[in-house]
């Protein structure tokens, strides 16, 4: 239905909007090929990471929409040249029609590398050069360093030169190698030239279109939420918004206990009954704006990765669990790829939720993540208020499987 009082939305058709946009309502029909590219048209974008203790990144977000698929796909987009590598939201794939919007970004100082390039010129034209003669390249091919590698972002001149490159659309990624470094190589052998011939926009058309973007892919959202998507910054964003509420492709509203306006786009509508039950991606776009998980679910959710052990609260790699319109619950999850183990670390629900109602459909969950991932067994640890109950769903399920 459509919203009928005037400029309101309740805490819980927001999340049903929300949900929605993010692709958790409908089914996904077709081939993979065909699927991933209805997701990208909900999410737009797959954020990337190189932590591997459960599964890459990049793919969480389609299991979670699609469930079991061919785990090759993204890649195979990448190369056939239907998806890119660029900082988007954070190191991120997206569809190629999305380059011509991140141009403006490509033409302004690398923002953390600094005066690299004037100091740095003749080393990173000369890399550009041999990647012009060679082809590809990984930055250990040509690599400066002398000594040990020291912490994660310790670059020598060499990977920063390339990256520089990178960030300035002059060179993309032709992938990633099994160590997930980036394969470099020049933008006009990746991505289409029906692409790259698109006339660039102007800076505000521009931040304009990704705000617009950001708005379809999040349903409703404040100003911040839908700046942060493509990682704009608001103070240079806000003519693109104003722009956008003046001839009515988005629409402000009120949301029920949020303290800043938010924005629905032209034609939404709530009502939508959402009833998926998914693991997420801690790097998922529905739940990678920390403060705003908080404001629509009511769901605190900070990353432990970098936390010593001792003082994590939840696990190192801690998917959080949607069931219906609700996060209910986290799992720290982890591949045992030698023992053909899918192992849950840790359990937990949510306070307010009872464990009985939601134990059934986040087992289901689990197995189905196993059997994707070629896994044979699920293990149960014994952290967490799930964990006995979700212990006791595993076996149940794997005896009755053996009879």
């Known amino acids: 239905m459509a919203i009928t009082r005037d400029g309101e939305l309740s805490i819980g058709e927001s999340r049903q909007v929300a949900l929605t946009a993010q692709g958790f309502a409908k089914q996904y029909r077709g081939s993979d090929s065909v699927r991933l590219r209805s997701v990208l048209s909900d999410v737009g974008v797959l954020q990337i990471d190189s932590v591997n203790v459960l599964v890459r990144s990049q793919e969480l977000p389609l ?68 990647i012009c003669e060679d082809g590809p390249l990984k930055a250990s091919e040509v690599s400066m360093r002398v000594g040990k590698k020291g912490t994660w972002w310790d670059w020598d001149d060499a990977k920063r030169a390339l990256e520089y490159l990178f960030y300035a659309g002059r060179v993309t990624t032709r992938g990633r190698d099994s160590d997930f470094a980036r394969v470099y190589d020049l933008t006009e052998n990746v991505i289409p030239a029906s692409i790259l011939n698109v006339p660039t ?40 918004l104003q722009s956008l509420v003046e001839d009515g492709t ?30 997420l991606s ?30 994590r609260k939840f696990g190192y790699y801690v998917l959080p669990v949607l069931c219906g319109d609700t996060l209910v619950g986290r799992l720290d999850m982890k591949a045992d790829r030698a023992a053909g183990t899918l192992r849950v670390e840790a359990a937990y629900v949510e306070p307010g939720v009872a464990a009985n109602k939601v134990v059934g459909r ?12 070629s896994l044979e067994h699920v293990a149960v640890g014994r952290r967490g208020n799930l964990a006995t109950a ?14």
């Open 63 to 130: 299991f979670a929409r699609l469930g079991a698929h061919d785990r090759a796909v993204v890649s195979k987009a990448v190369n056939r040249g239907t998806m890119f590598e660029y900082w988007v939201h954070e190191a991120s794939l997206a569809p190629v029609e999305l380059h011509p919007f991140m141009r403006w970004k490509m033409a302004r100082p690398h923002p953390w590398l600094g005066d690299f390039y004037s100091r740095n010129r003749s080393l990173t034209e000369r890399l550009y050069r041999r």
């Open 201 to 240: 926009p102007r800076e505000l058309d521009a931040r304009r279109e990704l705000l617009r973007r950001a708005a379809s892919h999040l349903g409703v959202a404040t100003f911040t939420d839908l700046a942060d998507y493509h990682r704009q910054k608001p103070r240079e964003a806000k003519p693109a």
């Open 250 to 279: 988005l629409r402000a509203v009120q949301v029920e206990g949020w303290q800043e306006t938010a924005y629905l786009p032209k034609g939404v509508r709530v009502g939508t009954k959402v009833s998926a039950c998914a693991l």
């Open 282 to 311: 801690p790097f998922d776009s529905l739940v990678w704006n920390r403060e705003r998980n908080e404001r629509l679910f009511n769901f605190h959710y900070r990353i432990e990765i970098y936390t010593p052990k001792p003082k």
């Open 362 to 373: 986040i087992g289901d969950e689990v197995r189905s993540m196993a059997t994707w991932l």
């Open 390 to 403: 979700l212990t006791k769903n595993i076996g149940l399920r794997s005896s009755r499987s053996q009879r």
